[in-house]
């Protein structure tokens, strides 16, 4: 368990999980659907998650360069390994909405 919580430690992996789970995006598009994300904590966490195996950086050889971060294998398996935990998140949000006092 250890193991597997190591590699989506920190604020932000899970949401790049999730966002990169529709397709490949390039860092710009990324930051911008995660406000408060600054780029280099973005730069930061994608090369956390392509030394674990997780993100393929794929750069084209163009004038500008261009990047663009996809999912791998590894990364979807994952993905879908934490699709359980996603749903007990969203039933215990629930759980709380429903405990607050109606005003």
Do not use: C
């Not at 932000?12 to 999730?18: A, F, I, P, R, S």
């Not at 930051?31 to 998650?49: D, F, I, N, S």
């Not at 993100?55 to 163009?62: F, I």
């Amino acid at each position: 368990m250890t193991a597997a919580i190591a590699v989506i430690d920190g604020k932000w992996k899970t949401m790049v999980l999730w966002l990169l789970e529709s397709g490949p995006h390039r860092p710009g598009e990324l930051r911008r659907r995660m406000p408060g994300l600054t780029e280099k904590v973005l730069t930061q966490t994608l090369r956390e998650m392509a030394a674990d195996g997780l993100v393929h950086r794929d750069v084209h050889d163009v004038w500008p360069l261009k990047t663009v971060y996809s999912l791998t294998s590894f990364g979807r398996e994952l993905s879908e390994a934490l699709a359980p935990l996603s749903d007990w998140g969203h039933r215990r949000l629930e759980n709380l909405a429903e405990a607050l006092p109606v005003s």
